[in-house]
């Protein structure tokens, strides 16, 4: 390890491993994010200014924030600015779900980042999910989709999951499809949309599910939030938008103490991303956290044991995907349970190495769960030291994305 002083004259310890902070033009910068942005560490570069970037493709402009690279997008998947609004008239749309009363946006608000609220989202038939509704920011970047799934890497394939999902149901469009997609067929302003979104193929005006799953995800991939008051520090050339009480807290965030940087990383601040350049190489990485430990042996309640219920295999019980920390303020309650309800209980948590539970069918002691991951060995925090983390994760929300009137219901009375 070495040391640096900020410009604040205090030493930055540099571990080996994770997320740390750089130095640089007066400015602490992560070096995950130097490396998205192909910078070394160093001297002898500038700070990246706020020029953003506008890559264009044909019929879709990016609008992306200083920073972000393009995210991936299939090939058989163009973006277009008609499929994306076709996707936001779906997402929004109630009557895309077997029974007509729940729209994609009933557990994704946006005012909420895309979450709900709720410890565990409520199906079309009032069935409650075992795992909260994710944020949506950043969706497209992620390396794999859901909270514990190696297999799902396009937006195109998550789409199918809440529409088709049995256990638990979600939207319950399956043995509902053809009545789902008359309501769609039978709107004329649909039928232009699909149309035009799908022009270029060899009959535009199908309406079906594999097209439908096509413009949800055209319409999640412009979710991009990259105007909070972190990103005009580290951005848009504004060292003030952070407060010296955030300031302490992104030290700590990044810090070896805390280790919370070296699996909520990178832009996104939730792990491994994809970009447009480099969407096959990223591989996905989910982590246990010590959240329960219901057997002495790192065992997690049946009813959701993480990414070992999809591959079956022992070491996987209670691993997740690190979700975003991006307007991570406005999405309690936390954990892919919903089961921590603030921020400063989650601090406590990662403090304590893991929780324990006293009593009831989840009691155990996830401190010493003998599979949680490597990066949970506990740490003290001063109350003053957990306010100031909290106030930098407060940093990290971008009203701009959440009031953004591109993302709202159409539907709504002005």
Not at 104 to 109: D, K, L, N
Not at 334 to 349: E, F, N, R
């Amino acid at each position: 390890m070495g040391r640096r002083e900020s410009r604040d004259g205090d030493a930055e310890r540099q571990p080996t491993y994770g997320a740390t902070l750089e130095l640089v033009s007066g400015r602490l910068i992560p070096t995950s994010i130097l490396l998205a942005l192909g910078l070394s560490c160093g001297h002898g570069f500038r700070v990246p200014q706020p020029v953003i970037p506008q890559p264009v493709t044909e019929g879709w402009q990016w609008n992306l924030p200083a920073g972000f690279p393009p995210p991936p997008v299939p090939t058989d998947n163009p973006m277009s600015a008609v499929k994306v609004e076709l996707g936001r008239r779906l997402f929004h749309d109630p009557r895309l779900s077997g029974n007509g009363t729940l729209s994609c946006a009933s557990c994704h608000r946006p005012e909420w980042a895309f979450t709900d609220g709720r410890a565990g989202a409520i199906g079309s038939t009032d069935e409650v999910h075992p795992r909260s509704a994710m944020s949506l920011a950043n969706v497209a970047y992620n390396a794999t989709l859901t909270w514990a799934d190696e297999t799902v890497v396009t937006l195109e394939q998550q789409a199918h999951i809440p529409l088709l999902n049995e256990d638990p149901v979600e939207m319950g469009v399956t043995g509902s499809e053809e009545p789902v997609l008359t309501r769609i067929r039978n709107d004329p302003d649909y039928r232009r949309l699909f149309r035009e979104s799908f022009s270029k193929t060899a009959d535009p005006a199908v309406v079906d599910l594999d097209r439908i799953t096509r413009a949800l995800a055209a319409f999640q991939r412009t979710l991009i939030s990259g105007r909070s008051p972190y990103d005009d520090y580290l951005f848009y050339d504004n060292p003030e938008s952070l407060t010296d009480k955030a300031r302490r807290g992104m030290r700590l965030f990044f810090s070896p103490r805390l280790r919370c940087s070296e699996c909520h990383e990178g832009l996104t601040f939730s792990g491994p991303v994809r970009t447009g350049e480099d969407a096959s190489q990223v591989e996905p990485v989910f982590h246990n956290t010590g959240l329960y430990n219901v057997d002495g042996r790192g065992g997690y309640p049946k009813r959701d044991r993480g990414l070992l219920d999809r591959t079956g295999n022992p070491a996987d019980m209670g691993r997740f995907r690190a979700p975003t920390l991006r307007n991570i303020a406005v999405t309690a309650p936390y954990m892919h349970d919903g089961s921590i309800p603030t921020l400063a209980a989650v601090l406590d948590h990662y403090a304590a190495g893991g929780r324990r539970i006293d009593e009831g069918p989840n009691a155990g002691d996830g401190s010493r769960n003998p599979l949680k991951a490597a990066q949970l060995t506990g740490f003290t925090l001063s109350e003053a030291e957990r306010d100031d983390v909290i106030a930098f994760l407060g940093s990290l929300t971008d009203e701009r994305f959440l009031n953004d009137p591109r993302f709202l219901d159409p539907f709504a009375e002005p």
